[in-house]
């Protein structure tokens, strides 16, 4: 399973979901997807503005966990 640690990131530097959006010009409603991890596919230009918005790598917002069985 991949993990989106938005919520994480956000609460780390006080940013709240709609600075984001203005940073970033992804819809809000996309942001709040990912910050609940309700998204099924991410976009990667989506990622790559988060990425730049929050000052941070790829491995800090997206993280492997193994299924469990």
Do not use: W
């Not at 709609?18 to 409603?29: F, M, W």
């Amino acid at each position: 399973m991949i993990r989106i640690k938005l919520s994480t990131l956000l609460g780390e530097r006080r940013i709240t979901q709609v600075e984001l959006a203005r940073k970033t010009g992804i819809r809000p409603a996309t942001i709040n997807e990912l910050y609940h991890e309700f998204s099924v596919r991410v976009n990667l230009e989506h990622i790559d503005k988060i990425c730049e918005a929050l000052n941070c790598e790829i491995s800090d917002l997206l993280e492997y966990e193994p299924n469990s069985i």
